[in-house]
């Protein structure tokens, strides 16, 4: 379900990407939205801004019914959604390691929830937070 929203929330940015590029100027496509930055800082907003939201998921994940919560099951903060941006790029730079971990720990956390200090979980779920400690 997690990697369904995830392709969910790229097919959306791409589309969204797709269409300002059909009528920026070719200089503004080829200096800007190519631009790595650019392109990190664009994801980066667009996760941490809905995972912090009141509504605490992503479009993709509204759809699963999923959604980011911290470990006392509240809605996580702008900046520590910012850092899971970040970590979770760190997950992805290792080989997808981070991301297999997530097979093995008992709440299905990938490295970056576990540096985040946040679970997704399905919306209206009881949270046990046995066994969580702050990363």
Do not use: C
Not at 16 to 40: C, D, K, R, Y
Not at 73 to 92: D, E, K, M, N, P
């Amino acid at each position: 379900m997690r990697f369904g929203a995830l392709a969910i929330d790229v097919g959306i940015i791409s589309l969204i990407g797709h269409a300002v590029a059909t009528v920026a100027t070719p200089q503004f496509a080829a200096e800007v939205m190519l631009n790595p930055a650019f392109s990190f800082f664009v994801l980066a907003m667009y996760f941490a801004g809905f995972h912090s939201s009141r509504l605490r998921a992503t479009p993709g994940k509204l759809l699963f019914k999923l959604q980011l919560i911290r470990y006392d099951g509240a809605r996580v903060t702008f900046l520590q959604a910012l850092w899971r941006v970040v970590t979770h790029h760190i997950s992805a730079v290792i080989g997808g390691i981070g991301f297999i971990m997530a097979a093995f720990t008992e709440h299905r956390q990938g490295l970056h929830d576990q540096l985040a200090a946040t679970l997704v979980v399905r919306k209206g779920s009881v949270l046990d937070p046995s066994g969580l400690e702050e990363g």
